[in-house]
C-alpha cells in the first residue's frame, strides 16, 4: 500500500486553500463550537475530532489539550487517556453496549 498513492479529490479544498498560522488542535478545541469544528468527544485531558477532508470514512484523531513537541512530553495521566483503547474509552465504539456505529451521536447531538 506505501507504494500506491491515494485519490481524495475532496481534499483539493484544503490543499489549495488558505492555511492558518495557528494549530487546529489547539484552537478548534477553545472555540468552544464543537459541531463547527467536528469535535465529536472530550475527555479530561484529549479530545477526538474528525478529519475534515478525510481519505477513509470515519477518520479521527485524538488530540491531547496540552500542546507538546513530542508524544513523549505528555503527562503520563495525558498519554494514559489518549492511548487508551478506543473500545473502552470512547462512547461511538463502547463494546460493553454493544451499540452499532449507526446508532452512536457525537456529544454535541445528544
Given at each position: 500500500?506505501?507504494d500506491?498513492r491515494?485519490?481524495a479529490?475532496?481534499s483539493?479544498?484544503y490543499?489549495?486553500?488558505?492555511k492558518?498560522?495557528?494549530?487546529?488542535?489547539?484552537?478548534l478545541?477553545?472555540?468552544?463550537?464543537?459541531?463547527?469544528n467536528l469535535?465529536?468527544?472530550?475527555?479530561?485531558?484529549?479530545?477526538?475530532?474528525?478529519?475534515a477532508?478525510?481519505?477513509t470514512?470515519?477518520?479521527?484523531?485524538?488530540?491531547?489539550?496540552?500542546?507538546t513537541?513530542?508524544l513523549?512530553e505528555?503527562?503520563?495521566?495525558a498519554?494514559?487517556?489518549?492511548?487508551h483503547?478506543?473500545?473502552?474509552?470512547?462512547?461511538p465504539?463502547?463494546a460493553?453496549?454493544?451499540r452499532?456505529a449507526t446508532t452512536w451521536?457525537?456529544?454535541?447531538?445528544?
Amino acid at each position: 500500500m506505501a507504494d500506491h498513492r491515494i485519490w481524495a479529490p475532496w481534499s483539493l479544498e484544503y490543499i489549495k486553500g488558505h492555511k492558518s498560522e495557528e494549530c487546529i488542535l489547539c484552537s478548534l478545541p477553545a472555540e468552544g463550537d464543537d459541531q463547527a469544528n467536528l469535535i465529536v468527544h472530550r475527555g479530561d485531558r484529549c479530545f477526538v475530532i474528525l478529519n475534515a477532508f478525510p481519505y477513509t470514512n470515519g477518520h479521527v484523531m485524538v488530540a491531547p489539550y496540552e500542546h507538546t513537541a513530542r508524544l513523549d512530553e505528555l503527562d503520563s495521566a495525558a498519554a494514559a487517556e489518549m492511548m487508551h483503547p478506543p473500545s473502552a474509552r470512547y462512547a461511538p465504539w463502547s463494546a460493553p453496549t454493544a451499540r452499532r456505529a449507526t446508532t452512536w451521536a457525537p456529544t454535541w447531538a445528544r
